[in-house]
C-alpha cells in the first residue's frame, strides 16, 4: 500500500479541516455563552434596558464570533481550494 | 518483527489496565483533595464542629473515592486476565475496555468532590441541619457515579463478551471507538452530575424547611445532565453489537473510530454546562424556595438547548455507522471519515458549556425575581441561538468531509 | 436491529423528473393534521360562556401562547400569533405519535423539522422587511463592517440549520436510543420509562423550544 504523496497532502489537508472548525469551536462557544449568562445578569437587573442590552450581547457575541469564522474560513479553504 | 496474537494481547491487556487506573485515579483525587480542602476550611471557621466535618467529609470522599475502585478493579482483572489462545481482536477490546473505564472515573471522580465539600460548608454554616445534609450529599454523589457505573458496564462487555464472529478489521475500530465514545462522554456527565449535587447540599444548609423542594431539582438536574453519556453509551453499544462483517474494512474502520469520537467528545461540553444550569438551579431554588417552578421550567429549557450540539454529534456518529462507504483504500477518504468525527467533536464541547453558562446566569436570575421569567427566558435562547453558530459550523464542516470529499 | 437506512417510499415520474415521497411520514402527518382539525372543531361547535372540556382546553392554550406573542412581538406584528401556536400544536402532537404503537413521529424525518425551519425564516424576514422597510433590513447585513456581510448571511442560515437539526436530533436519536436499549433489555421494564422520558418529555421541551425560537427570530428581525 503505496501512498502517493500528493494523496498524503490531501489528506492532511482533510484531517487539518476537522482540527481546525473542531478545536476552533471551543473558545467561542464558551465565550459567547458567558456573554448571553451576564447580558441575562443585566436584564434582570434593569428590564427596561432590555432592547439595548439585547442589542449589546448581539454585537459582543458576533465580534467574539471572529476566531470561530477564520476557523471556519481555513477549514473550508483547506476542503476546497488546496 | 513477528509476534504472536497472544503477545500483542497481553501487551494491550497491560496497556489497557494502564490506562483504566491511570485515568481513574485522576478524578477521585481532584474531587476527594477539593473535598478536603473544603473542610479545612469549614473546621477553621468552625473548630468545634471538627468531628461532624470530618466524618462528612471521610464519607463524601469514600464514595467519591468508588470511580476509582471502579478503575483499580478493572485494572486488576485487565493486569491477571489469561491471555492465551485469545484472538488478535480482543488486544483492541482490552484496550479500549481500560480507555472506557479509566475516562469515566475522571468524571464521575471529580463530580462526586463536590457535594462531599459543600456538605462540609454546610455543617460548618448550619450544624442542626447535618442529618438533612449528610443524606442529600449520599444521593447526589451517588448519582454523580453512575457515568462511571456506565463506564464500567461497558468495559466488562468488552471484556467479556465473545468478538471472534467479527472480522479483525474493521471491528477493531469498532471496540476501540466505543470504549472512547463511553470514556469522553462520561467525562461530562459525571462532572456535571456533581455540580447540582454539590450546590443543592450548600442550599439545603441555608433553607432546611425547603429540602423537598431542593431535592426534587437537584434530581431533575442531575438525571437531564447525564442524557449526553447515555448517547455516549448507546454509539458504544451500537459499536459492539452491530455486526460489522459485511462491510469494507477499509475506510470503514475509520468511520467506526471517528463515531466513537463524535459522540464522545461532544458529550463533554454539554454535559458540564448542564451541570452548571443545574447547580444554578438549585442554589436559586435554595433561596427562593417559591420560585421552584419558573426556574425548573427555565432550567429544563437551558438545558435542552444547551445539550443540541451532543446531538449534532450524535447524528455525525449515525451517519458514520450506518452509511454504507465504497471499499477504497485511498488516504483521503478515511482521513476524511477521521476528520468529520473529530471536526464535530470537538466542536461540541465549546458551545455546550458557553449554553451551559448562559443557562446558569439565567435562572440565577429569575431566582431573584420570578416576574422577569417570560423576558429572561426570551434573552437566554436568544444568546444560546448565537453560541451555537461554532457548532453549527462544526456540524457544516462535518457533513462537507462525509459528503462532499 | 432492523436495517434503519430502508424507507418506505411512494414514486411519482412527472414530466422527466421522478419525484420521491416519504410514504410513512407523509400518512402520519396527515394523521397529526386530521386530530387537529378534529380537535378544533370540536372545541368551538359550542361556544359558550361555561366551556366543555375541549374548549376549556383551547382557552387555556390560546391564553397562554397569546401572552407569549404580546411579550415578545409589537402590536403590528401580533397577527403571527396563530402561526406560532399551530407550529407548536402540530411538532407537539408529532412528537407524541412515536408513543403509540404502530405509529411513529413525522419529525423523525428530517424534511419535516426542516420544512418549518424554513417556514420560520422566510416569516422572520419578511416580518422584518415589512416592518423597517427593505433598506434598514438590508443595511443590518453589512453591520458593524461592510465584509461582515457574508458572514451575517452565513449566520442567518445557520439558524434556520440548528433549529432544524436540534429537533429532528432530539426526536430521531430518542427513537433510536428507544429501539437499541430495548432491544438490549429483550423490551423489559426500560421501553415504558424511555418513552416517557424521551418521547412525552423530550418531545413536549424540544416543541416548546422550537415554538419560542420561531417567536424569538421573528422578533429580533422586527425590532
Avoid at chain 1, 12 to 20: D, K
Avoid at chain 2, 153 to 162: G, I, N, Q, T
Avoid at chain 3, 93 to 107: D, Y
Amino acid at each position: 500500500m503505496a501512498i502517493e504523496g500528493a494523496d498524503l497532502v490531501r489528506a492532511a489537508a482533510l484531517l487539518g479541516a476537522g482540527i481546525s472548525m473542531g478545536l476552533g469551536a471551543i473558545g467561542p462557544g464558551v465565550g459567547e455563552g458567558f456573554a448571553a449568562g451576564k447580558a441575562c445578569e443585566a436584564i434582570g437587573k434593569n428590564p427596561k434596558e432590555a432592547g439595548l442590552l439585547t442589542r449589546t450581547m448581539l454585537v459582543g457575541q458576533a465580534v467574539s464570533e471572529s476566531t470561530g469564522i477564520y476557523s471556519l474560513v481555513v477549514a473550508l479553504l483547506l476542503i476546497f481550494v488546496v | 518483527m513477528e509476534f504472536s496474537d497472544a503477545i500483542w494481547v497481553q501487551a494491550a491487556a497491560f496497556l489497557g489496565a494502564a490506562f483504566s487506573v491511570g485515568f481513574g485515579a485522576i478524578g477521585a483525587a481532584l474531587g476527594e483533595g477539593y473535598a478536603a480542602g473544603r473542610a479545612g476550611r469549614a473546621i477553621s471557621k468552625s473548630p468545634e464542629l471538627s468531628g461532624p466535618i470530618l466524618k462528612n467529609m471521610l464519607i463524601g470522599q469514600a464514595v467519591a473515592e468508588s470511580a476509582g475502585i471502579f478503575a483499580l478493579v478493572i485494572a486488576m482483572l485487565l493486569v491477571f486476565i489469561d491471555t492465551d489462545g485469545r484472538p488478535l481482536i480482543d488486544a483492541f477490546a482490552y484496550l479500549g475496555a481500560g480507555l472506557s473505564m479509566g475516562l469515566s472515573a475522571i468524571g464521575s471522580g471529580l463530580g462526586s468532590g463536590f457535594p462531599a465539600a459543600e456538605a462540609c460548608q454546610g455543617i460548618a454554616d448550619n450544624p442542626p441541619t447535618q442529618a438533612a445534609i449528610s443524606t442529600n450529599m449520599l444521593i447526589g454523589s451517588a448519582i454523580s457515579q453512575t457515568p462511571a457505573i456506565f463506564g464500567m458496564v461497558v468495559a466488562f462487555m468488552l471484556m467479556f463478551v465473545d468478538f471472534t464472529s467479527q472480522p479483525l478489521w474493521p471491528a477493531w475500530a469498532a471496540l476501540l471507538g466505543a470504549g472512547l465514545s463511553m470514556g469522553l462522554a462520561a467525562i461530562g456527565s459525571g462532572v456535571g452530575s456533581g455540580i447540582p449535587a454539590g450546590s443543592s447540599t450548600l442550599g439545603m444548609a441555608r433553607q432546611p424547611s425547603a429540602a423537598t423542594a431542593i431535592r426534587t431539582n437537584m434530581l431533575i438536574g442531575s438525571a437531564v445532565s447525564q442524557t449526553p453519556a447515555i448517547f455516549g453509551m448507546v454509539v458504544a453499544f451500537m459499536l459492539l453489537f452491530i455486526d460489522w462483517s459485511n462491510v469494507p474494512p477499509w475506510p470503514t474502520w475509520a468511520a467506526l473510530l471517528g463515531a466513537g469520537l463524535s459522540t464522545g467528545l461532544s458529550a463533554i461540553g454539554p454535559g458540564i454546562g448542564n451541570g452548571l444550569t443545574a447547580g444554578e438551579a438549585a442554589e436559586g431554588v435554595a433561596r427562593q424556595p417559591e420560585a421552584q417552578g419558573p426556574i425548573t421550567t427555565t432550567m429544563l429549557i437551558g438545558q435542552t438547548v444547551a445539550q443540541s450540539t451532543v446531538i449534532y454529534g450524535f447524528l455525525v456518529s449515525l451517519i458514520l455507522l450506518f452509511i454504507q462507504q465504497e471499499p477504497s483504500h485511498a488516504m483521503t477518504e478515511w482521513v476524511a471519515l477521521l476528520s468529520a468525527g473529530i471536526c464535530m467533536g470537538f466542536g461540541g464541547i465549546g458551545p455546550g458549556i458557553g449554553e451551559g453558562i448562559a443557562a446558569a446566569y439565567a435562572v440565577r436570575r429569575i431566582a431573584r425575581d420570578m416576574s422577569q421569567n417570560v423576558l429572561l427566558t426570551r434573552v437566554m435562547l436568544v444568546g444560546q441561538a448565537v453560541s451555537e453558530s461554532t457548532g453549527i459550523y462544526s456540524l457544516i464542516v462535518s457533513l462537507l468531509l462525509l459528503f462532499v470529499i | 436491529m432492523e436495517d434503519l437506512t430502508i424507507v418506505p417510499k411512494w414514486i411519482l415520474t412527472l414530466g422527466g423528473y421522478t419525484l420521491e415521497f416519504n410514504s410513512e411520514t407523509l400518512i402520519m402527518s396527515w394523521i397529526v393534521m386530521g386530530i387537529l382539525i378534529f380537535f378544533g372543531w370540536i372545541a368551538t361547535k359550542k361556544i359558550s360562556i361555561l366551556p366543555g372540556p375541549y374548549q376549556t382546553l383551547a382557552e387555556v392554550m390560546v391564553a397562554t401562547f397569546e401572552q407569549l406573542v404580546a411579550d415578545a412581538l409589537d402590536e403590528g406584528n401580533r397577527h403571527y400569533f396563530p402561526l406560532i401556536i399551530t407550529i407548536f400544536l402540530f411538532i407537539w402532537l408529532s412528537n407524541m405519535l412515536g408513543v403509540i404503537p404502530f405509529l411513529s413521529e413525522p419529525t423523525k424525518d428530517l424534511n419535516t423539522p426542516l420544512a418549518y425551519g424554513i417556514l420560520g425564516f422566510f416569516i422572520a424576514h419578511y416580518a422584518g422587511i415589512k416592518t423597517k422597510g427593505f433598506k434598514a433590513y438590508a443595511s443590518e447585513y453589512v453591520q458593524p463592517m461592510f465584509f461582515m456581510a457574508p458572514l451575517n448571511i452565513i449566520g442567518e442560515l445557520s439558524k434556520v440549520v440548528s433549529i432544524s437539526f436540534r429537533l429532528y436530533g432530539n426526536i430521531m436519536g430518542g427513537s433510536i436510543i428507544i429501539m437499541v436499549v430495548s432491544h438490549l433489555v429483550y423490551n423489559l421494564v426500560l421501553p415504558p420509562l424511555l418513552n416517557a422520558f424521551f418521547g412525552i418529555f423530550v418531545g413536549t421541551i424540544q416543541a416548546f423550544v422550537f415554538t419560542m425560537l420561531t417567536l424569538v427570530y421573528i422578533s429580533v428581525q422586527t425590532k
